[in-house]
């Protein structure tokens, strides 16, 4: 028994894949439709930004094939404030833009917060408490990028458990890496790639991330990742796992995508 592992990489519009991912003659409004027939799963970096339109998201889910989803980077609204409890209008507004038109394609909901943003646990459940279930009757699922060291204690895992809400597992040089398991699917973001390495990562790097994304999946915990709250072991169930290459060796980061992937097939 074992969840599905998806593998993607950070929106699908970039220059420098045009020739190296992309055909060279393929039309920039096909991109999309390219992307997500070679990977499982995006992470929308525009929804951060800017408030989408429900025919937007249509489109983009029209443009997808069955079993691909977008995860989708809430608002900077909603995070980048003082007091999170605060965010309540600006949460409303960002999931009644329309998300729910992925329909079966929308899959977590990112919530990226600011390296200056430090842990606060009465702050920080406010937050929790705001986030949904269900939106237009469709079931949500919510993640949290925190990038301040302060996060990584074992009240705030407590917190994410108890909301069942993912930590991001994030792969980065100064981020705080949490692998505690919190809800009933897994997300990295791997952010240690070089655009130098044809695969974005090296080789045995990329087995590594195949081996411990399998073992997310039948409800293992990575023996070789840190923890913030080794105490408290999440109960052993089949979860899906969601694997970004992103930012760092953004270049390469398609191939990353794809050859994490070859790795899982070969078993």
């Not at 992309?22 to 929804?47: C, F, H, W």
């Not at 917190?159 to 991001?168: E, F, H, N, S, T």
């Not at 999946?217 to 290459?245: C, T």
């Amino acid at each position: 028994m074992s969840g599905t592992i998806r593998s993607g990489i950070g929106g699908w519009t970039f220059e420098p894949w045009e020739g190296s991912f992309y055909p060279s003659d393929l039309p920039k409004k096909r991109q999309l439709e390219y992307a997500a027939s070679k990977l499982m799963t995006i992470e929308v970096n525009g929804t951060y930004y800017a408030t989408q339109k429900p025919a937007t998201f249509a489109k983009w889910a029209s443009e997808a094939p069955s079993g691909f989803v977008f995860s989708l980077k809430g608002n900077r609204f909603v995070t980048n404030r003082k007091v999170l409890g605060e965010a309540g209008e600006s949460m409303a507004r960002f999931l009644g833009s329309g998300i729910s038109e992925l329909g079966e394609k929308l899959g977590p909901l990112l919530w990226q917060f600011a390296p200056t943003k430090k842990f606060d646990a009465e702050d920080f459940e406010a937050f929790l408490k705001l986030l949904p279930e269900r939106q237009d009757g469709l079931a949500l699922r919510h993640a949290v990028e925190v990038r301040h060291a302060s996060f990584a204690v074992p009240e705030f895992v407590a917190l994410a458990r108890k909301y069942g809400v993912a930590i991001v597992y994030a792969d980065h040089n100064t981020y705080p890496e949490i692998a505690d398991v919190t809800a009933d699917f897994v997300y990295a973001r791997l952010q240690k790639g070089d655009d130098d390495t044809p695969t974005c990562y090296a080789p045995k790097a990329l087995d590594k991330w195949a081996e411990r994304a399998r073992r997310w999946a039948v409800g293992d915990q990575p023996d070789d990742l840190p923890l913030a709250d080794a105490d408290h072991a999440a109960p052993k169930a089949k979860r899906d796992v969601f694997v970004y290459f992103i930012h760092e060796g953004k270049v390469r980061a398609p191939q990353g995508a794809m050859a994490f992937m070859e790795r899982l097939a070969k078993e």
